[in-house]
Nanobody, 115 residues
Framework: QVQLVESGGGLVQAGGSLRLSCAASGMPFSLTRMGWYRQAPGKQRDLVARIISGGETYYADFVEGRFTISRDNAKSTVYLQMNSLKPEDTGVYSC?????????WGKGTLVTVSS
């Protein structure tokens, strides 16, 4: 059974930093494409960043060099380091795993950036 458990969200002031973690189990993690999505209140869920098994990364335009996605295959964990946070970064951040055509989701962790 695939499980994704996020942690690291919280309340931070604008300009601050947070590091999100997503611990995965029940899949061959090193072969799985991992991603972070976010959903702001009243808005659709958007891709923030993804990392494939080989380590290649992709970022949404709004990241603007402020976030870094990384993975530790030995720990089956993907991270999202977020710096220079803005109030518009507020939302629920969810971990995604794409494996053999199936998407799996964590429950999400709330990030609130105050101005």
């Amino acid at each position: 059974q695939v499980q994704l458990v996020e942690s690291g969200g919280g309340l931070v002031q604008a300009g601050g930093s947070l590091r999100l973690s997503c611990a995965a189990s029940g899949m061959p993690f090193s072969l799985t494409r991992m991603g972070w999505y976010r959903q702001a209140p009243g808005k659709q869920r958007d891709l923030v960043a993804r990392i494939i098994s080989g380590g290649e990364t992709y970022y949404a335009d709004f990241v603007e060099g402020r976030f870094t996605i990384s993975r530790d295959n030995a720990k089956s964990t993907v991270y999202l380091q977020m710096n220079s946070l803005k109030p518009e970064d507020t939302g629920v951040y969810s971990c995604n795993a794409a494996y053999f055509g199936t998407n799996y989701w964590g429950k999400g962790t709330l990030v609130t950036v105050s101005s």
